[in-house]
Structures are given as C-alpha cells and as structure tokens.
C-alpha cells in the first residue's frame, strides 16, 4: 500500500466518527468521503483544525464548491498557505504525512501565496437583510460567494446587516476605509427600511448627499445602485408604490451620472407569491437567485469594461 493510501485510511475512521460527533447529515459524510479520496491534503488540514470548524467556515467563505473543478485552483491555493502553518501541529498529532505533499507544499506555496493574494477586482456589495440572505444563498450556489466570476479575477465581499437604515451606510463606510484595500465596485442595495420614515424627495436627497461623501472616500470606486425592491406588504402606501419608482429612477439616474451602474429588477411582480417570502418583505428562494442573477450580470458588465 502507498504513502498516499495508507494516509487516507487512516483518516477514514476520524472521519466517520467526526461525523458522527458534529451531529451533520448523511451528506456531509459523503462530500468528506469524496473530498478524502481527492484531496488528501484538505483532510489532513481539516483534522488539524479542530474537527470539521475550518469545514463550516470554508463553507461559508464559499472555497468549497467541489462540484466545479474551475475553483480547484483557489481551494488549494488556500489550503497550501494554511497547511504550510499547520503542518507542524499535524505532525505532532501523529498525522502520517506521505512525502509527495510536503513537496508539493514546497513546490506549490510561493505561487499559491500570488495567486489567493492576487485578485484583480474587488467588490464590496452593502445592504440591509437582502444583502444578508443573498449571501447565505450565494453559497449554495455554484458561482459561490463570488458570484461565478472568481475565474474573473473578481473577490466578493459581502456587507450585510439586518435590519439596516441609510443612516448607517456612512458609519458602515467610514468603518471600511481603514481596510488595507478599498473595492474597485461598490454595489449599495438599501433603502428599503426607509422609503415609510421620511418623504420620496428628502430620501431621495440623503441618499444623494452621503453617495458623494462615499464616491469622496473611495475615489476610484465605480458605483452600482441596487434597484429597491419593492414589497407585497406595503402596497398599500403609496411611497411604495409611486414613490418607490421615482426614487429609484432619480438615484439611478444620478449614480449613472457620476459614472456608475444602475441595476434593474425587470423581473419583480410583486402579485407573483412565488418571488416572495411569506412575510411580504423578504424573498423567496426563487427570488434570491435571480437577484444574484442581477448582481453578477451587472458585475460582468462592469468587468467587460476593465
């Protein structure tokens, strides 16, 4: 028996019984099993780190689509450069490491280390709860987090708050400038949870005034305005209704005027039920996709561009 195999059966029964512990479902012991057969290095990581926590949280970063080999690449990229700090402690573990995946350690780190730190673009999408579960849904995906554009060279970083108001995108932004790097693409859907507390016009000219202070922050930003979506359970004020579409087309209008992108749900009906959660406000799964649809199609605009 090789190095490489007698190393994957040893991992087979800490696999098992990891599964067994974490509780998870009959699913997750089959992607394990298919995960230990292709790429041993992700399970010797993986039982380094504390049973299956790195797992759930290459889940929800989305560096686990095994499903698509495009992204082969950015998961060894990364599992390279953790392994490289790890490797000591697996091996006091007692973990057998076959000498092929310390070469290939050797051999692969230095460009893995350009690769997961060179991407080309960066966009930052800023929200309340749409943004929210629209990433938890982009995970699921299998464009993942970054929208099936990752090949693109595109890093998505995904800024959602629950419940969030336009006066804390300024709190929000001032937050974010101290990051080492600033987006190259800033798409802003918010607003909703404001369109009720104050007239179409004063929305309208808050979300103008702080836009600029944001365009003044990050200069070299290009902006893309997130259509408000609008809302099966407050048709009955009509802020929601003619309000909603003014609003929209005059911050569109002016965010394209400053060089930005506008991006247009054409596909909301709010007399469809099926595009919606049944709270009136949230969307259903339906929904979600074909508002990642948008964000990606807009995004891929943006890229053809560049």
């Known amino acids: 028996m090789s190095a490489e195999s007698e190393w994957q059966s040893g991992l087979e029964v800490p696999v098992r019984s990891a599964v067994r512990r974490s509780g998870e479902s009959w699913l997750l012991a089959v992607a394990l099993q298919v995960l230990l057969y292709s790429h041993p290095l992700f399970l010797g990581l993986l039982f380094t780190a504390s049973r299956l926590r790195l797992l759930v949280l290459f889940q929800r970063q989305g560096l686990l689509p095994v499903a698509s080999q495009r992204f082969e690449v950015e998961i060894l990229a990364r599992l390279l450069l953790k392994f490289r700090r790890l490797a000591p402690e697996a091996r006091a573990e007692g973990l057998p490491m076959p000498a092929h995946l310390w070469n290939l350690v050797r051999k692969e780190s230095g460009r893995c280390s350009a690769y ?32 099936g554009l990752g090949s693109q060279g595109l890093r998505v970083s995904w800024w959602g708050q629950r419940g969030m108001r336009w006066s804390q995108l300024l709190l929000l932004m001032e937050r974010l400038r101290s990051r080492p790097r600033h987006p190259d693409i800033l798409l802003i859907h918010l ?7 104050c007239s179409g016009k004063d ?3 808050t979300v103008k005034d702080d836009l600029r202070v944001v365009l003044d922050w990050f200069p070299s930003v290009l902006l893309v305005w997130s259509d408000i979506v609008p809302r099966p359970r407050c048709l009955a004020s009509r802020r929601w209704t003619r309000g909603l579409a003014k609003l929209n087309r005059q911050v569109g209008k002016w965010v394209m005027g400053q060089g930005g992108l506008q991006l247009l749900h054409d596909w909301v009906d709010v007399s469809c039920a099926g ?11 339906v929904g979600w996709d074909l508002l990642l649809d948008d964000f990606a199609s807009g995004c891929e605009r943006v890229l053809a561009t560049r």
Do not use: K
Request: aromatic content about 10%; proline content about 2%; overall charge neutral.
């Open 275 to 285: 595009l919606f959660h049944s709270d009136g406000v949230h969307l259903s799964a």
């Open 116 to 147: 997961s730190s060179g991407s080309r673009y960066s966009l930052w999408i800023v929200g309340h709860s749409y943004v929210h579960w629209a990433a938890e849904r982009a995970l699921i995906r299998p464009g993942g987090r970054h929208l």
């Open 203 to 205: 929305l309208i000219n």
């Open 191 to 197: 607003g909703g949870n404001d369109v009720d507390s």
